[in-house]
């Protein structure tokens, strides 16, 4: 009897250390942790911050994650700011990013982005321009060489099965045309996307991508045709 009242008694001594501490103990880990903590140094301590900031789940957190990375936030969330009042909107500052993105939700799903009184999230002008192009060296076989350099965007998938042909088009002619990376990838969140070796735009793979945005393993190609037309087969 006296083993029970002690387990009682230091089971409550922990609930009450908890309540002083500010609150319950939340499991951040989720379906998707492991994917994105390897694609994004970042993502922990932000989705951590969203979570929190915002009051809603660690999934839920995931996906403003994921929405944001697609409007250009690009480090570590560092603030989020809710008015009193105001449960459907928030603000959130990050490291690297000039100005804050307002965010709008629902329930803990995103409705709208903007920042700087410009809709970023779901506008769906040309979202491929919107994206920040990020650059990262090539190296060697060994690792202790610089060869080359590399570029990519994130977009999140529904952001690129959305895009229209047009779209694609103006991208591939003014970003990738010409900018003399040894590949450009257009990078999805589920570990897929378009990469141009040699920044030939001409020539998109479709595929599952590795970390660095290389194709591992090809579904398709996207190759433009007579007339300024572009044609998409499977593989």
């Known amino acids: ?15 009450l250390g908890l309540a002083g501490c500010g609150g319950v103990l939340v ?7 492991e994917e994105l903590s390897t694609q994004y140094d970042f993502y922990s301590d932000s989705q951590r911050e969203l979570s929190s900031g915002m009051a809603i789940t660690p999934e839920q957190a995931d996906e403003v994650f994921l929405v944001l990375i697609s409007c250009g936030m690009d480090g570590k969330v560092s603030s989020v700011t809710r008015k009193a009042g105001d449960e459907g909107h928030c603000t959130v500052s990050a490291l690297g990013s000039l100005g804050a993105f307002d965010v709008y939700y629902t329930d ?8 700087g009184g410009k809709e970023l999230y779901p ?18 076989g060994l690792g202790t060489d610089v060869i080359g350099q590399r570029a990519y965007i994130d ?20 970003v990738v045309k010409d900018s003399g990376y040894n ?3 257009i990078m999805c969140e589920d570990g897929t996307g378009i990469t141009f070796p040699g920044s030939m735009y001409f ?33």
């Open 1 to 15: 009897m006296k083993k029970r009242f002690f387990s009682f008694a230091v089971a409550a001594a922990l609930v």
């Open 27 to 33: 499991d951040y880990e989720t379906p998707k942790s």
């Open 108 to 115: 803990g799903v995103v409705d709208r982005v903007e920042k």
């Open 123 to 140: 506008e769906m002008y040309n979202v491929l321009l919107d994206c920040k192009v990020k650059v990262a060296d090539v190296k060697n």
């Open 155 to 174: 977009i999140l998938k529904s952001q690129l099965v959305a895009v229209s042909e047009d779209d694609y088009k103006e991208f591939v002619e003014t």
């Open 183 to 185: 590949w450009f990838s």
């Open 203 to 235: 020539v998109g793979e479709y595929g599952k991508q590795d970390k660095d945005g290389s194709i591992l393993e090809k579904f398709g190609t996207i190759s433009i045709q007579e007339g300024e037309t572009y044609l998409y087969e499977e593989s």
